[in-house]
């Protein structure tokens, strides 16, 4: 069985500055993907970054940076340079290498970027 | 339209009433995904399907939810005498399946989802 954990309910960073959002997970695969979502306030849930098991180098778009941590099970969420349009919730996510990618999400972070 | 859509936005019932939702995929795509999410928490999956398929269903799917995708393309989900429990987001997404070193990958991709207030 999968499990994700996120131990941060809330988090808060002013504009302009860095902010790292923690995840923890426990898997019975060897090849499996792991996953931040996005989820603005009433709006839909928009994939931010993915990470595949296999792959050692973290994984990086844009703002928004992983460290990748296999052998502790730890998958961070780095984002710089907080926008206003960054305030969502965050979940961080893991989904097995079998064929069928259901996908198991952490409780979830809400992050509010202060101007 | 190119992305998840899912009807209605917002559905109010009453205990013990039957609800239907709706989700219509991103058009090529093969697989599709129902999810519950409740306040304030992550989305939990319920089942999937790979084109008309119904490959896995969770254990939080009682015997008083059932979903289908008849040809395919969209899928319905109904709920049977609706409790107060089973208030939730419910969540649709879609992916399209293909392989990758690490077995098969697959983003999905999410719909507005469907908020069942039952009173």
């Known amino acids: 069985a999968q499990t994700v954990t996120q131990s941060q309910p809330e988090m808060s960073v002013q504009e302009a500055e860095t902010v790292t959002l923690s995840c923890t997970y426990d898997t019975s695969e060897n090849n499996y993907y792991l996953f931040w979502y996005k989820q603005p306030p009433s709006r839909q849930m928009i994939l931010v970054i993915r990470q595949e098991a296999y792959k050692q180098q973290n994984a990086t778009e844009n703002r928004f940076s992983v460290n990748f941590q296999k052998a502790a099970k730890s998958f961070s969420l780095k984002i710089s340079d907080s926008q206003l349009g960054d305030t969502a919730m965050y979940f961080c996510?893991?989904?097995?290498?079998?064929?069928?990618?259901?996908?198991?999400f952490g409780q979830g972070t809400i992050l509010t970027v202060h101007p | 339209d190119t992305g998840v859509s899912q009807n209605p936005r917002h559905k109010i019932t009453k205990r013990g009433q039957n609800v239907t939702f709706r989700c219509d995929p991103i058009?090529?795509?093969?697989?599709l995904y129902w999810y519950r999410q409740t306040l304030g928490q992550g989305p939990e999956f319920l089942t999937y399907f790979q084109n008309e398929a119904q490959l896995e269903k969770s254990r939080l799917l009682s015997d008083r939810f059932s979903a289908e995708r008849p040809k395919g393309s969209f899928s319905t989900l109904e709920i049977q005498r609706t409790e107060q429990g089973d208030s939730a987001m419910y969540l649709c997404?879609?992916?399209?399946?293909?392989?990758?070193?690490?077995?098969?990958?697959?983003?999905?991709?999410f719909g507005p989802g469907t908020r069942l207030t039952v009173l």
């Open positions: 996510a893991h989904a097995g290498g079998t064929s069928y990618g259901k996908l198991t």
């Open positions: 058009s090529e795509h093969n697989r």
């Open positions: 997404a879609s992916s399209f399946l293909f392989p990758s070193p690490s077995g098969t990958y697959n983003e999905q991709f």
